[in-house]
């Protein structure tokens, strides 16, 4: 079998490594923990990018080549391209013929006299100062000089291109030799496709049709539309640039070049067939925008095929941006056209493009978001990577003298070893006793090769440790975001979450919200958290919760942490309506202090985590600790992490 090899033109690097979406998330978890909703942590990396290799460009990358290649096209060039060159090829021929009836005047050899010299000089002079007018009146004037004839014929077959390129792409090139019978294929297209477009407008039209006029005209369409809808769009899209055109350019020089347009259209016979195909693709696109102006600054002529281009490729990226701004509801990366960001970016922009989109898709698919009634949601999956990632913060300032053994609540779990095995059990992450796994495999299989089963595993077992019961007591009040401990209070929670799912199996830990009210918080509920814009600090509500979690689990160690920026200003009726007062009422702090009772004689040890330094909050839990014997911290919020998981250990390791 014989290989070749050869350049690598386009599409993706093949040998690239795919992007780990694992990365992904962790880059939108470092936003989510800081506060930031699912939803706004996706787009901002989306606009961002994706870091790792290969690195890909994010929008917003995307979006300044976009604007910056609309200024290039604006500050590169000039709009009246054409109408230059018609003045001047105009100018030549009036010249050139002024030259010839001088020679005729003088008698010099080789001038062919007449009476009528001084007749055409009086015509020559008399000529309108505009272009198109002046091209009318010179229509049918017989021309003395053979060089000024060939010049103005030089100048209709250029005006007769520039006006057909700037309605058709590509027309320029097929007319460039003047050829009737080219011309006269051009009057046939148009009026074929006039014909294709009205069967389509009464229902009339098939796809078979339009298959058969490809393949008489597909030389005149080169980028090769593959049916009738992308061929109307094309076309509409140019001929709403060659409006905007006109309308761009100053009222002397819109009327001359219309003028001239319509002239030139006239004299080539599509007059009336470019008339009826622009009132067709306007019924049909009246969305585009057809006359807003657009101000060039350069000082390179363009001609107008060129100009019209220009002005076309203006209108696409205008559309890109908008799209790549994804600002507008119901935005999503499946709205940019992939083949607009090609033609305006090239290639490795679509890439780039794609990986956006892959990310998006893979993190949906691969069960870490999900959209939950039009909202898009972190899965439990999620969660627990993003809490692992807050606990690794946590650990990573603490001592690595200060981590060691965590309880357990079933033998073979953790703790001293007892010297017997157990068979593995699917979720056990126990050590494997391998000579007890290998023995097992030998006596099942009787000899080489050995070949392991499921079945042939066996655990090393340890002692039997005791369990916990864990509440965790957030403060959600609007006073947590107003002093930017808000995203510290969610990853302390999400880090204990993970702390006490992955090393503390046996433990039941439960995590409360409050504010006016309290409320149990579920595990993929934590990263989407936001804070309550409400009035009150409700923890009697949040220590009753509490007290029941505990007293649901009475021979578990009781362990209650509560992280607050403020006194408490509510407290839960008879009725459940909660009722706020500031400053705190007699009857709020009371009956918070009796449920701080009735947690010490529960045995419970409440440590406050104290993220303000209120005078008022300071003497409540100092009366917190005087009642209950717990322990009062007043970390930093960068440091609340670190705080609560260490204090969870030390208890633990006490236990």
């Known amino acids: 079998m014989a290989y070749r090899y050869g350049e690598y033109h386009d599409g993706p690097d093949p040998l690239a490594p795919p992007y780990d979406v694992r990365e992904a998330l962790d880059e939108m978890g470092d936003a989510v923990l800081s506060g930031a909703t699912p939803v706004d942590a996706l787009r901002d990396l989306l606009r961002r990018g994706l870091p790792g290799a290969p690195e890909r460009r ?14 290039e096209l604006r500050s590169g060039s000039r709009l009246d391209g054409t109408l230059e060159q018609a003045r001047a090829l105009l100018d030549k021929a009036i010249g050139q013929e002024r030259a010839e009836l001088r020679r005729e005047a003088d008698g010099r050899p080789g001038a062919d006299p ?10 020559l002079d008399a000529l309108p100062s505009d272009t198109s007018q002046a091209i009318h009146e010179l229509a049918s004037y017989d021309w003395r000089s053979p060089e000024a004839r060939r010049t103005f014929e030089e100048l209709r077959d250029l005006l007769r291109r520039e006006i057909l390129d700037s309605q058709f792409r590509g027309m320029r090139d097929a007319l460039a030799n003047p050829d009737p019978a080219a011309m006269e294929r051009v009057r046939h297209m148009l009026a074929d496709l006039n014909d294709m ?32 809808e992308e061929l109307v769009d094309q076309l509409a899209r140019r001929a709403a640039a060659a409006q905007r055109l006109l309308a761009s350019l100053t009222p002397e020089q819109r009327a001359e070049l219309a003028g001239l347009i319509e002239q030139t259209l006239e004299q080539a016979g599509l007059s009336e067939q470019m008339h009826r195909l622009g009132e067709s693709l306007y019924a049909r696109r009246p969305d585009l925008a057809w006359d807003t102006p657009e101000r060039f600054s350069g000082e390179d002529p363009m001609g107008m095929g060129d100009a019209v281009t220009a002005l076309q490729e203006l209108a696409d990226l205008g559309e890109l941006e908008s799209a790549l701004r994804q600002d507008y509801p119901g935005a999503r990366l499946d709205d940019i056209d992939e083949e607009a960001v090609r033609r305006a970016l090239g290639r490795s922009a679509v890439d780039d493009l794609e990986a956006l989109r892959q990310i998006e898709r893979e993190l949906e698919s691969q069960g870490y978001l999900r959209r939950h009634r039009g909202k898009l949601e972190l899965t439990p999956k999620a969660v627990r990577r993003l809490g692992e990632t807050a606990l690794r ?24 070893l007892t010297g017997s095995t157990r068979p593995w059990r699917f979720g056990d992450e126990q050590p494997i006793d391998v000579v007890r796994t290998i023995v097992n495999a030998v006596r099942r299989g009787g000899g080489a090769p050995i070949s392991l089963s499921a079945d042939d595993f066996e655990i090393v077992e340890t002692e039997r440790r005791s369990a916990a019961a864990v509440c965790l007591l957030v403060d959600l009040s609007y006073s947590m975001a107003l002093r930017g401990t808000w995203a510290a209070a969610k990853q302390t929670a999400l880090a204990l979450q993970a702390l006490v799912t992955s090393k503390f199996p046996q433990d039941a830990v439960q995590i409360i919200g409050f504010s006016n009210y309290a409320r149990v918080l579920r595990a993929d509920e934590l990263a989407g958290l936001e804070w309550d814009m409400v009035q009150g600090t409700n923890l009697h509500h949040a220590l009753l919760i509490a007290g029941r979690h505990l007293d649901r689990h009475p021979d578990f160690e009781p362990v209650v942490l509560v992280v607050t920026d403020g006194e408490p200003t509510a407290h839960l009726m008879r009725n459940g309506v909660p009722r706020f007062d500031w400053p705190p009422s007699p009857e709020t702090l009371e009956l918070t202090l009796a449920e701080v009772d009735k947690m010490t004689r529960r045995r419970a040890t409440i440590n406050v985590f104290m993220l303000a330094a209120d005078e008022r909050l300071r003497d409540f839990v100092d009366e917190v600790a005087r009642r209950n014997g717990g322990r009062v911290f007043s970390p930093s919020a960068d440091r609340l992490g670190e705080y609560v998981v260490s204090d969870f250990l030390r208890s633990r390791r006490a236990r």
């Open 197 to 228: 477009l009205e069967r389509d407008a009464r229902g009339e039209h098939t796809p078979d049709d339009f298959a058969e006029f490809m393949r008489k005209y597909r030389d005149m369409f080169p980028e090769n539309p593959r049916n009738l």
């Open 393 to 416: 913060r946590a650990f990573s300032s603490l001592e690595s003298s200060r981590r060691g053994d965590h309880d357990q609540r079933d033998a073979g779990a953790a703790g001293e």
């Open 114 to 123: 007449s009476d009528d010299t001084g007749f055409r000089e009086a015509l």
């Open 58 to 71: 994010g929008l917003d990358d995307l979006l300044h080549q976009v604007r910056r290649r609309r200024r």
